[in-house]
């Protein structure tokens, strides 16, 4: 079990997100009543759900793995009937949890709901209150309202609390987890005899025939894969731009609209002493916070040296007392109003009264001043003149896209007419494939899109250009092939050597596989040590340079009785004995290994109970498959 979760733990990441909502789970629909002639696509507790539904799980899945994979992401994967009709299994499933949460009346309530918001990032304000304003302009850039997405959470975590508490009757028992480790670290003493390929060299007699029939099985191992020579034309950003004029007068316009842009404002700064008291607190706490804060002024009137010192006793801003007040440069709007009104008033050197804000009364001095400055035109000439070609280019794009695609199909036996009319370099390749060529890299033409395009009987046998194929975000790419060479086969007399030392391979794996079959026969009738290399020893957590033949076979054996013998064949390595003098447990165990194998093994045994638990769910809900669900996966299948 831990080998399999070792080497799957991106399967077992996946499986133990089944029930996170929304999530992507792969149910089986065989159990599911017989499809009904209603609308929609399934009905699950008396309610349906419509194919809009559907298709719209469908787009939200591709949108969240795009996120999440990024470039990686394949949408093929994705597009298959299997995978809708999986999607479909889950909006199943939500609608039975659903159900369920209802009908036993799971509420969850408003003082959790409001603790599951407020852990939202950035919804704090730096006093540590909830920020609405917020709150509210980011649900609105996904198109949502408080009240709309509030209704939807408290759903949400109505039913993960349903599956947490049925995922959490689920516990691995102690003897059988400690079971499970006891063989995870089973260790296993072991000697080797090697039956190598090559010491049967001198029996191997190869003949012609052997030859020719190796050749004619073996026919694709000598093959030239099919190959072109191309010529293409690019149309990209970089080549709208270097087409995109810019003069000294658009650039100076540029620059006094957007003047503002190259502007630094000034900026300050300050140290302060913090005395705090609630904006809301009585008002003879209040005087007594402001009487402190003015004791202090009047001793920094007297050694305005003794800031630093002063703020580090008697400063209650835990992030800025160790500094000695210091708050580093700052510009307009970083600090609260009175704070910042106070602190561009001040002279630099210039100690403040006391100044109150919401956070009690501030004692400021300012230490530093940088004048607003402007980057004069010629500073910023390069960089302007890049941006207007940027502005120029993404205008320009769409309408050369269209001649651009224009031009490839009306003049179909040639590449010359769009790369005169919107002066595109003709680039050429050699030894193009059908599929991507690791060799190519991020070559544009390399692109599986252009390729398939490519790689078509018009484009091939007519020598047709391919149509306008984008690459990729603002990038059309069309070409031709110049020269073809379809997958051949070599010649057997070329490629007679490389069969000659495939078939001699061949002919001392199988030898040497027969000789240590009959020797493993032997020894498994009469032990015997003789010719065994040093013992060394395997665990199931100590298989270091052991190949996968070789250590499955050695830990699969059966070990009642010792010396137990074992035989393995390696590829191109011939054929290993195995000889397990012994096996037992370690000395000394891992004991945060073993907790951690014990929470996997819970972890299988919780997504075990709430797979079945959400079987009998479906079945409560009387859920049915409707005529809506088959047509559609037909219409997959089709496409």
Do not use: C
């Not at 599951?116 to 198109?143: C, H, M, W």
């Not at 002493?273 to 009137?301: F, M, P, W, Y």
């Not at 790689?455 to 790419?477: G, M, R, S, Y």
């Amino acid at each position: 079990m831990f080998e399999f979760i070792r080497t799957h733990q991106r399967l077992m990441q996946f499986l133990l997100l089944l029930f996170i909502f929304p999530s992507f789970a792969f149910f089986g629909l065989e159990g599911y009543s017989r499809l009904t002639d209603e609308s929609g696509v399934a009905k699950v507790a008396g309610q349906t759900i419509s194919k809009e539904e559907w298709d719209a799980a469908h787009r939200q899945q591709l949108d969240r793995m795009r996120q999440t994979y990024g470039n990686q992401f394949d949408a093929k994967i994705f597009d298959s009937p299997q995978a809708r009709r999986a999607i479909l299994d889950n909006l199943i499933a939500q609608r039975a949890l659903g159900a369920e949460v209802v009908a036993s009346k799971l509420v969850v309530q408003d003082d959790v709901l409001q603790q599951s918001i407020r852990q939202i990032p950035g919804l704090t304000k730096a006093d540590g209150s909830f920020d609405n304003e917020q709150y509210r302009v980011l649900l609105a850039a996904q198109g949502l309202n408080p009240k709309s997405y509030e209704a939807g959470l408290r759903r949400e975590m109505a039913v993960q609390q349903l599956n947490a508490a049925i995922q959490s009757t689920a516990f691995a028992p102690r003897s059988v987890a400690a079971n499970l480790s006891d063989l995870n670290d089973q260790e296993r003493t072991v000697q080797m005899l090697n039956f190598k390929p090559d010491t049967y060299a001198a029996q191997v007699k190869v003949t012609d025939e052997m030859l020719k029939a190796y050749y004619d099985k073996n026919g694709p191992r000598f093959e030239t894969p099919e190959q072109a020579d191309i010529e293409y034309v690019v149309l990209d950003a970089a080549a709208v731009a270097a087409q995109s004029a810019v003069t000294d007068d658009d650039i100076k316009s540029y620059y006094e609209q957007n003047k503002k842009q190259y502007v630094t404002e000034e900026q300050r700064r300050a140290s302060h002493i913090l005395i705090t008291v609630n904006k809301d607190a009585s008002a003879a706490d209040k005087a007594a916070a402001k009487a402190k804060a003015e004791g202090l002024v009047a001793q920094l009137r007297k050694n305005p040296g003794d800031f630093a010192k002063l703020a580090k006793a008697n400063s209650q801003d835990p992030g800025s007392a160790e500094n000695g007040g210091d708050l580093g440069y700052f510009g307009k709007g970083a600090m609260v109003k009175p704070f910042e009104d106070a602190a561009f008033s001040l002279k630099q050197g210039e100690i403040s009264d006391p100044v109150e804000s919401d956070f009690g009364y501030h004692v400021i001095e300012v230490t530093g001043i940088k004048a607003a400055a402007v980057k004069s035109l010629d500073a910023v000439k390069d960089e302007i003149g890049g941006e207007i070609k940027k502005q120029i280019a993404a205008k320009k794009f769409s309408e050369m896209a269209d001649q651009f695609g224009n031009l490839v199909y009306e003049n179909g036996d040639s590449l010359k007419a769009v790369s005169d009319k919107l002066k595109l370099k003709i680039q050429t390749a050699t030894g193009v494939t059908r599929t991507p060529n690791a060799a190519a890299a991020a070559a544009v033409y390399n692109n599986p899109k252009f390729l398939t395009a490519l790689f078509t009987d018009d484009v091939i046998k007519a020598k047709h250009n391919t149509e306008a194929v984008q690459a990729a975000p603002n990038t059309l790419i069309a070409g031709r092939i110049t020269s073809y060479k379809p997958v051949a086969k070599r010649p057997f007399e070329e490629v007679k050597a490389d069969v000659q030392k495939a078939v001699l391979a061949q002919e001392e794996q199988a030898l040497a596989v027969k000789a240590g079959q009959e020797r493993l026969a032997q020894l498994q009738a009469k032990d015997d040590g003789a010719g065994f290399s040093e013992a060394k020893v395997v665990s199931r957590v100590k298989a270091e340079g052991w190949t996968q033949e070789a250590f499955n076979a050695v830990m699969k054996a059966d070990v009642a009785k010792l010396p137990a013998y074992v035989g393995a064949e390696t590829s191109g390595l011939g054929y290993q004995v195995y000889r397990i003098s012994k096996v037992e447990q370690p000395k000394v165990v891992d004991a945060a290994r073993r907790k951690t194998e014990q929470e996997q093994i819970g972890n299988v045994l919780s997504q075990q109970e709430a797979l079945a638990y959400l079987d009998y769910l479906r079945e409560k809900a009387k859920t049915k498959l409707l005529k809506g669900a088959a047509t559609v996966s037909a219409d997959d299948a089709a496409k």
